[in-house]
Nanobody, 112 residues
Framework: VQLQASGGGLVQAGGSPRLSCVIS????????VDWYRQAPGKQRELVAR??????TNYWAGQGRFTISRDNAQNTVYLQMNSLKPEDTAVYYC????????WGQGTQVTVSS
């Protein structure tokens, strides 16, 4: 199974990019998919989770981020609204609870 994140870039504060996580080699044959982020000089942190049944949890960006999934496309999305400079990070996706080797992630840089 591989999970590859994309959709990042340079965004102005207040912007609303949507990140995509494409799953290959297994589809949604596991419990959940998580979005993480790692800011410069900080540890990787959990941002959001969507379970196989569709329930969601958020650990960052509450009220601004929305995680969703498209089963037909084997893709999980992270819609980010009202971005702030402190949201600048490399964003990764992985399955839960048994993570697979991390992909390269996608860089999101928020300019003030």
């Amino acid at each position: 199974v591989q999970l590859q994140a994309s959709g990042g870039g340079l965004v102005q504060a207040g912007g609303s990019p949507r990140l995509s996580c494409v799953i290959s080699g297994g589809g949604f044959s596991f419990n959940a998919v998580d979005w993480y982020r790692q800011a410069p000089g900080k540890q990787r942190e959990l941002v959001a989770r969507i379970r196989i049944g569709g329930t969601t949890n958020y650990w960052a960006g509450q009220g601004r981020f929305t995680i969703s999934r498209d089963n037909a496309q084997n893709t999980v999305y992270l819609q980010m609204n009202s971005l702030k400079p402190e949201d600048t990070a490399v964003y990764y996706c992985n399955r839960s609870p048994s993570v697979v080797p991390w992909g390269q992630g996608t860089q999101v840089t928020v300019s003030s």
